[in-house]
């Protein structure tokens, strides 16, 4: 048995990327994607339809430029992730735009939009996951959009109040990003890395797994941003975990037991004390953390920059 098998003993595998032959590869249960992901995807030839159909698609029956470019870019998502969900049993996520993450209302008509898109191409909304920034508004909005039976992935977390405040407005799932706290760390701390049983990134996903466990959530939480196989490996047990084809291809090729590292027996001995959240304990949280805070807003400019270009890369194709 290799690795990639012994981990899908324990969690669920899901595919961190937006190339759709690589899920056909390695058929994993799940797929995301945001638009760094399809950004990548779309400059490859083979996918270069999807590019027509979706400004072919803005061009019809939307007026000005900017009504082109906003429903080429709903429906270039919505192509990717129909053509994602052939290749596999479970969900696909699609993302918000990063420029909508603090308007909530803004973002649930986005969502609206995007379950429309692909409830027209015969996808039921329950194959869909909507991502969502984790800002205080994109909390607010997965909140209405749950209600509505609009599933929600809360991403751009990096730490546990974030997570609590999505398991409390009924979120299905939480991406905290291992990487990028890894990333943050590292450098703040100036070494080359750390241990797994030391690394900030698998610890912080650690205790959000050890809280909503203990303390019987319902919202379930994907390990995402891996650096390193020995970081997806330390999170065995994890509800689910996205990762990117390079590191499906190293865990595919490795054999070797994968025990569990993650359990609900050790959550339950967690020493995590209940929290309540509300705006203000929310906003003075994440103010506290400076990782945390720095990650979230370089992580929403990041995805916004991305889709920019990806924005550019349609109107060149005379939206």
């Not at 969690?11 to 058929?27: K, L």
């Not at 991406?175 to 890395?193: A, M």
Request: hydrophobic content about 40%; some cysteine.
């Amino acid at each position: 048995m290799n690795k990639l098998e012994g981990l899908r003993q324990h969690s669920v595998v899901v595919a961190d990327t937006g190339d759709i032959a690589a899920i056909g590869h390695y058929r994993p249960t799940d797929a995301t994607t945001n638009p760094t992901l399809i950004l990548a995807a779309s400059r490859q030839a083979d996918y270069q339809s999807l590019l027509e159909e979706a400004v072919a698609f803005g061009r019809r029956q939307h007026e000005t430029e900017s009504q082109r470019l906003g429903a080429a870019m709903d429906k270039l998502s919505v192509n990717f992730g129909c053509e994602i969900l052939r290749m596999i049993p479970g969900r696909v996520s699609t993302e918000v735009d990063a420029r909508l993450s603090f308007d909530a209302r803004a973002s649930i008509e986005k969502a609206h939009r995007l379950i429309s898109l692909y409830e027209k191409a015969g996808v039921s909304r329950d194959r869909i996951l909507i991502k969502l920034a984790t800002t205080w508004e994109g909390v607010q909005a997965a909140r209405e959009l749950e209600r509505e039976g609009i599933h929600c992935n809360m991403t751009l977390m990096f730490c546990l109040a974030q997570a609590v405040a999505c398991a409390e407005a009924g979120a299905t799932l939480v991406s905290p990003f291992v990487g990028r706290i890894y990333d943050w760390y590292r450098q703040r701390d100036g070494v080359d890395g750390y241990p797994p049983d030391k690394d900030p990134g698998v610890l912080s996903v650690t205790r959000v797994y050890h809280y909503f466990k203990k303390y019987g959530f319902s919202t379930e939480i994907m390990g995402a941003s891996f650096r390193s196989k020995d970081q997806v490996l330390a999170l065995a047990g994890c509800d689910l975990l996205t990762i990117a084809p390079s590191l499906l291809e190293e865990l595919s090729g490795e054999s070797g037991a994968v025990p569990p590292m993650l359990s609900p027996d050790a959550a339950e001995r967690a020493d995590l004390p209940r929290m309540e959240m509300d705006e203000a304990r929310f906003r003075w949280s994440l103010n506290e953390d400076a990782m945390a805070t720095e990650k979230l807003a370089d992580g929403i400019r990041r995805f916004a920059v991305d889709a920019i270009q990806l924005e550019r890369c349609l109107a060149s194709l005379e939206v």
